[in-house]
């Protein structure tokens, strides 16, 4: 039976314009360093899985895994816990210094999201929420039919997946907590906005970017022209967030970790732009083809529109200064191409402008890029 | 198919939120002794096809210095008389100087008298209704409620609509039904709002969160007969099918968030999603239901034990900043 230990930890979170927030986080062990979000934990359907909790922080910390039901502990049914009649947390809890062991059967693959429990109006916000992936029963990634988010026959095939957490970030909240003073939650107003923990242009950093040691998961989106590549938003905090892909619409197949179909009735339907909301999960399949896009032919538009290619000061580009997916051109003299090989970026962002922004300042926060190369190794863009 | 009548008055009041008192505007049964403004408003049951006739009134011993009316979204052909006048005409957004000042026919400040809508309540559903008159105001103040409309045969076992939501074959058969009605108050507000006098809606800050006028924990205690009547505590033994019926009366929308129970979504704004052989019906753990939106979720809580319904958007769930309070309620399951 797989276990995975999550210990309960403080830290802080390094933000572009400089900033740095504190947090909690769960760390992968006693020594490893809290994590926004925690841990990715990848299960399967069917398949009992264990989650021990170890708690370091100064109060009770649970976890909660909305959409599961069945969650036991030492044996009995998970219920919510009180203190002289007061509800603490909505399931067992661990106290400072303790753990708490939760062993749950997924009956549904699918996206999920697992969260504290324990004063949770302060808890989530903090940082302790992550990602549990269920693999169905009949998962294999070496088959193509196999290879799917719902099962085979489920039409949810995939080439590559990537999973993409939102959250918000209300500094004076996060200060608030790190001096262990109260908080006026009536004035909550989120400066920060996270992708996967981290605020764009780090989004678009590589997983366990060194300089990041608290925020390991990167943002980016890489895949080949007609992959198929499954997008699994999760809205981890507590505002709604409206994202939206560049290059292509989405295929919606599944919310809150269940297959949109009723028998042959498929109920799998495109959108523009999907807005994330508090507490839910949304899969979505997206491909990029391009417009006459094809091997023999790899000019997809006209000379590519720059809002779509460049993002920071004059001065430097993402365009490789060629049309043609896989060539590089001539760039305007000064400017520098952060392009490799000729691929092609596509901006994936929140349609909430002012999320875009670290602190009000242009660019940041929900954003990252979808980059569409010509060779793209297998190993990219698959959840360990 | 029959004739519902409904005679409501408002009248302001005092309802209670985390230990305090705090003002309100509620509407209530007109002609009762005491008339006691209640947070939602009475429920008003119909049957699908019935012509329900509501009449606002405002005696001679409450007068109000605000204009008043009702509107009822969702509802359609709905017409209106000025009492006594016999002749009814469709309801319709009212001007003063070319500037709308009421989304429907009105009574007029401080006048004594009575104003009637009717309309055929043609399909089932949960519906709400409000003040169409200085909404911005007197919806926050209180002044809203629910008409649950039931298919023909909901009451006869053995009618193949009994206990079912929108009819046979909709996939809405239920045994345990319970109507959450969301919002969110203002104290501060409440306070400082008196009839007739201005109101800055900028400085709209809601601090408190509800469901049914209540929050945690005396959300779940019973209904009773104080201006807070309708409790939000469901309690079904295993394998009941709980249908939650959540309509939003606020101005923000709100995520409610079943833990770890899943439901599925019948119908939205009281249209349902599965007719016949097509079935657009969907599973959710949460849900978000926007300001005047609607929504019913179907439960089967698969073992007993307590499982908490909360406003996903945390900070909801506080009273005075402090954890547990606001939006939230329990299904308690038992064997």
Request: hydrophobic share 35%; proline share 9%; net charge neutral.
């Amino acid at each position: 039976m797989p276990t995975v230990e999550l210990w309960a930890k403080d830290g802080y979170l390094s933000i572009p314009d400089g900033n740095s927030i504190y947090f909690w986080g769960f760390a992968r062990s006693r020594e490893g360093k809290a994590q926004l979000p925690g841990p990715v934990i990848i299960a399967r359907q069917g398949e009992p899985l264990t989650v021990r909790l170890v708690n370091l922080l100064p109060e009770p910390v649970s976890l909660s895994f909305p959409g599961h039901i069945g969650v036991t502990v030492d044996g009995s049914p998970a219920r919510p816990q009180y203190e002289d009649g007061k509800l603490v947390s909505f399931t067992n809890h661990a106290l400072p210094g303790e753990s708490v062991s939760y062993t749950l059967v997924p009956t549904s693959p699918g996206t999920f999201l697992y969260e504290s429990g324990s004063s949770p109006p302060k808890q989530v916000p903090l940082g302790l929420y992550g990602a549990l992936v269920v693999r169905p029963a009949d998962y294999n990634p070496e088959i193509e039919e196999y290879k799917t988010a719902y099962g085979y026959g489920t039409d949810t095939a995939f080439d590559r997946e990537y999973l993409l957490i939102t959250g918000e970030i209300d500094p004076e909240f996060h200060q608030a907590a790190a001096e262990g003073r109260p908080y006026e939650l009536s004035r909550y107003k989120p400066r920060y906005w996270t992708l996967n923990g981290r605020s764009a242009p780090d989004t678009m950093l590589p997983d366990n970017a060194a300089h990041l040691p608290h925020q390991p998961y990167g943002a980016m989106i890489m895949a080949r022209p007609g992959e198929k590549v499954l997008l699994r938003y999760i809205g981890a905090g507590t505002a709604h967030h409206p994202l939206h892909p560049h290059g292509n619409h989405t295929r919606v197949l599944a919310l809150d970790g269940r297959l949109l179909r009723n028998g042959a009735f498929d109920r799998s339907y495109e959108r523009f732009t999907v807005l994330v909301g508090a507490g839910q999960t949304y899969d979505q399949i997206y491909q990029w083809f391009g417009l006459g896009y094809s091997p023999e032919n790899p000019i997809p538009t006209g000379l590519p529109n720059l809002r779509n290619l460049g993002i920071g000061d004059a001065g430097w580009t993402m365009w490789s200064g060629s049309p043609y997916l896989g060539l590089k051109g001539d760039i305007p003299k000064g400017v520098v191409s952060f392009n490799e090989e000729g691929e092609y970026y596509f901006m994936l962002h929140s349609h909430q402008e002012f999320q875009i922004t670290n602190w009000g300042e242009f660019p940041g926060g929900l954003m990252t890029m979808i980059a569409v190369y010509p060779h793209l190794s297998p190993d990219i863009g698959v959840l360990k | 198919m029959g004739t519902v009548f409904s005679s409501l008055q408002v009248a302001p009041g005092f309802i209670t939120l985390a230990g305090k008192s705090i003002s309100f505007w509620g509407y209530t049964y007109a002609y009762h002794p005491r008339p006691r403004p209640q947070l939602p408003g009475p429920i008003i049951q119909a049957t699908a096809g019935d012509f329900l006739r509501i009449t606002l009134v405002v005696r001679p011993n409450a007068p109000f210095a605000e204009d008043l009316s009702i509107i009822f979204p969702g509802q359609e052909g709905v017409e209106v008389r000025h009492v006594p006048a016999p002749q009814f005409r469709p309801a319709q957004p009212q001007y003063a100087n070319g500037k709308m000042v009421s989304l429907t026919d009105y009574l007029a400040a401080g006048k004594i008298g009575a104003i009637e809508y009717r309309f055929r309540a043609l399909r089932p559903g949960a519906y709400l209704y409000e003040s169409g008159t200085n909404s911005a105001k007197q919806v926050q103040m209180g002044l809203y409620g629910v008409i649950v409309v039931r298919p023909v045969g909901y009451h006869q076992p053995g009618h193949p609509n009994f206990r079912t939501a929108y009819g046979q074959n909709t996939a809405s058969r239920h045994d345990i039904e319970k109507i959450l009605v969301l919002g969110e108050i203002d104290s501060a507000m409440h306070k400082s709002v008196v009839p007739g006098a201005e109101y800055n809606l900028l400085d709209f800050r809601p601090d408190h969160w509800v469901i049914n006028g209540r929050t945690f924990p005396a959300s779940i205690a019973p209904d009773d007969n104080s201006s807070q009547p309708y409790g939000s505590a469901i309690r079904c033994r295993l394998g009941q099918r709980v249908l939650l019926r959540i309509l939003n009366a606020g101005f923000q929308a709100h995520t409610l968030a079943l833990g770890a129970l899943t439901g599925r979504v019948i119908a939205e704004d009281a249209y349902p999603l599965k007719i016949g052989s097509s079935d657009a019906t969907y599973e959710k753990t949460a849900v978000t239901v926007g300001p005047g939106q609607s929504l019913d979720l179907l439960v089967t809580p698969p073992y007993p034990g307590e499982f908490y319904i909360y406003d996903r958007e945390y900070r909801h769930l506080v009273n005075d900043n402090q954890f547990p309070g606001g939006m939230m309620t329990k299904i308690t399951v038992t064997p």
